[in-house]
Structures are given as C-alpha cells and as structure tokens.
Nanobody
C-alpha cells in the first residue's frame, strides 16, 4: 500500500516557477515508478512526466519537455516536479501516481493516486 500526498502548488505569474512534491508512505516506494498528471477544468486528465524506480529514466509531455524536470529522492520518499517558465495553459490540478512501471503510470493504470495540488498561472 502506498499513500501519496502532493504539495507545492499555488498561484504564480507567467514565466515563474514552482516545485511540486509528491511525498509517499510505504516501504516499497523505491520500487515504484512515479508519474505526474494534470487536469484543467473541462478537460481530460493528461500525462505530464514520469520517472522510473531508479530515477535513471524519465519521460515528458512534449509541451513541457524543456521546462519541467522530474526527479526523485529515495531517502525522502519524495518525487519532485520542477516547473519553470510556466504558462497560463499549465493551469490545472496536478496529481502524482505510483505504479509498477513507467508504462503502467503513463497509461493511468497505476493503482495509487494522490489528491492533487492546484497550480494557477496568471498572464
């Protein structure tokens, strides 16, 4: 069983930065791939970034590839999403999930999800 809690969201001006955190409980956290998703009002939830269990493999949504960075700190049971050069279209509730592989995570088949954190980017 893994419990995920997101934090770090807030209101920021376009061009600004935020760092989201996904803190996990559970002894097996280090064996899970972790993903970040977002959902804007009236839109479907979309994949943003993922990191494998070792941290050596990452993948991104094309529109965030040069602006966002996903990383993990196994000692702290936490995965981060550093978001730079934020745009109004990045406004959404951001969720993290945990699953057995990055494929599982990206396909939204991961069994564990957090409650989300709101990111609002003003123009």
């Amino acid at each position: 069983q893994v419990t995920l809690v997101e934090s770090g969201g807030g209101l920021v001006q376009a061009g600004g930065s935020l760092r989201l955190s996904c803190a996990a409980s559970g002894r097996t956290f280090s064996t899970y791939a972790i993903g970040w998703f977002r959902q804007a009002p009236g839109k479907e939830r979309e994949f943003v970034a993922a990191i494998n269990w070792s941290g050596r493999s990452t993948s991104y949504l094309d529109s965030v590839k040069d602006r966002f960075t996903i990383s993990r700190d196994t000692a702290k049971n936490t995965v981060y999403l550093q978001m730079n050069s934020l745009k109004p279209e990045d406004t959404a509730v951001y969720y993290c999930n945990a699953g057995a592989s990055t494929s599982t995570v990206r396909n939204m088949a991961a069994p564990y999800w957090g409650q989300g954190t709101q990111v609002t980017v003003s123009s």
